[in-house]
């Protein structure tokens, strides 16, 4: 009875009794071919136009289907197909080596495998079913969309909430001499967070709070006698409050402000303060002057008595506050300025 040929890897099956003198020889030949299946590189050029190159796989004979790691190469000017005959199962290492904007599929004769897209120059881990080839989803694109060696980045959708990345509590970035670097701690059901918001040229960048609450503030807290140091001036910007029968005043929101009067006012309790905030006004009179104020029952001036307007059209007084959780305790004021 004559040798057969397994269906996969093409190894020469011999019978017993037969290949006698060459029985070693031929057993040599089989495990030549093993470690090309477990172990064997190859290049194949598929350079050219579009076009189908098939891989072959000859019975007990070194053949280009039956490497574990093919690496295709050459300069492709059209969309290439490569091919190994059905029926083989086994597990390949697929390396697109080509230069040239144009897709590699890697499949079976008769049946479907993956591609490489036109700009993946990368590696694919692929197995075949003996029907189709399949991709195993193990591939250097897909660990390079999360991190590219050349450019360090966090990102690549790593988690079913559709979030960049997640961090345990208490754990966070190291620099690279494994020192702690910035360390995220967990608040339960937290629904409130950071935003920081990059900017085009000519903008200032954004390190905002947000959250699900429709008010959510930033608390800085420094350890035992630490401090927080600006290299730079820290400020509110001024806002000009609406001039109204009664002006009304957002002490969170426009903590530094000045208004305008055309006409005889009165000046609101400030919304949303909180007890140790400091406040200013800057009330100025409208080229006419003679307009007065009449402050609400929440400010609080030296012995009760508030104090009386400058009435020079276009001159400025100014009013520093305090809050102390009931009443906004005037600190200073400064009348009769010249505004300009």
């Given at each position: 009875m004559a040798s057969s040929y397994s269906t996969d890897l093409k190894l020469e099956l011999m019978v017993t009794g037969e290949n006698s003198g060459t029985w070693g020889d031929k057993t040599n030949t089989n495990l030549n071919l093993l470690q090309?299946?477990?172990?064997?590189?190859?290049?194949?050029?598929?350079?050219?136009?579009?076009?189908?190159?098939?891989?072959?796989?000859?019975?007990?004979?070194?053949s280009n289907a039956r490497n574990a790691v093919i690496?295709?190469?050459?300069?492709?000017?059209?969309?290439?197909?490569?091919t190994i005959p059905d029926g083989i199962e086994k597990v390949y290492t697929i390396v697109n080596g080509t230069s040239g904007a144009f897709t590699v599929q890697f499949k079976t004769s008769s049946g479907?495998?993956?591609?490489?897209?036109?700009?993946?120059?990368?590696?694919?881990?692929?197995?075949?079913?003996?029907?189709?080839?399949?991709?195993?989803?193990?591939?250097?694109?897909?660990i390079d969309a999360v991190v590219d060696d050349t450019s360090p980045q966090l990102g690549g959708d790593l988690d079913a909430n559709s979030y960049d990345i997640q961090f345990d509590d208490a754990t966070g970035i190291r620099d690279d001499s494994d020192n702690e670097h910035l360390i995220f701690q967990k608040t339960a059901s937290a629904v409130n967070y950071f935003e920081m918001t990059n900017a085009a040229t000519g903008n200032n960048v954004g390190f905002s709070a947000n959250g699900s609450d429709s008010d959510v503030g930033i608390d800085v807290t420094t350890k035992g006698s630490g401090f927080i140091k600006?290299?730079?001036?820290?400020?509110?910007?001024?806002?000009?409050?609406?001039?109204?029968?009664?002006?009304?005043?957002?002490?969170?929101?426009?903590?530094?402000?000045?208004v305008t009067l055309t006409a005889n006012r009165t000046m609101g309790a400030p919304s949303n303060g909180v007890a140790g905030?400091?406040?200013?006004?800057?009330?100025?009179?409208?080229?006419?002057?003679?307009?007065?104020?009449?402050?609400?029952?929440?400010?609080?001036?030296?012995?009760?008595?508030?104090?009386?307007?400058?009435?020079?059209?276009?001159?400025?007084?100014?009013?520093?506050?305090?809050?102390?959780?009931?009443?906004?305790?005037?600190?200073?004021?400064n009348q009769a300025l010249t505004l300009s």
């Open positions: 090309q299946a477990i172990a064997g590189y190859q290049e194949v050029s598929i350079a050219g136009g579009a076009q189908t190159t098939p891989l072959d796989m000859i019975d007990a004979t070194i690496k295709f190469t050459g300069t492709i000017t059209g969309n290439q197909i490569v479907t495998g993956p591609t490489f897209s036109a700009t993946d120059k990368g590696v694919k881990s692929l197995y075949s079913n003996g029907t189709d080839v399949i991709d195993t989803g193990f591939s250097s694109s897909a600006f290299n730079d001036a820290a400020y509110n910007p001024e806002a000009t409050l609406t001039d109204a029968a009664t002006v009304t005043w957002d002490a969170q929101s426009q903590p530094v402000a000045k905030q400091f406040i200013s006004l800057l009330v100025i009179q409208d080229a006419g002057g003679t307009n007065t104020l009449t402050w609400n029952a929440v400010y609080e001036f030296a012995s009760d008595t508030p104090p009386t307007l400058t009435t020079t059209g276009d001159l400025g007084d100014l009013f520093v506050f305090r809050y102390n959780g009931s009443k906004w305790l005037e600190v200073g004021r």
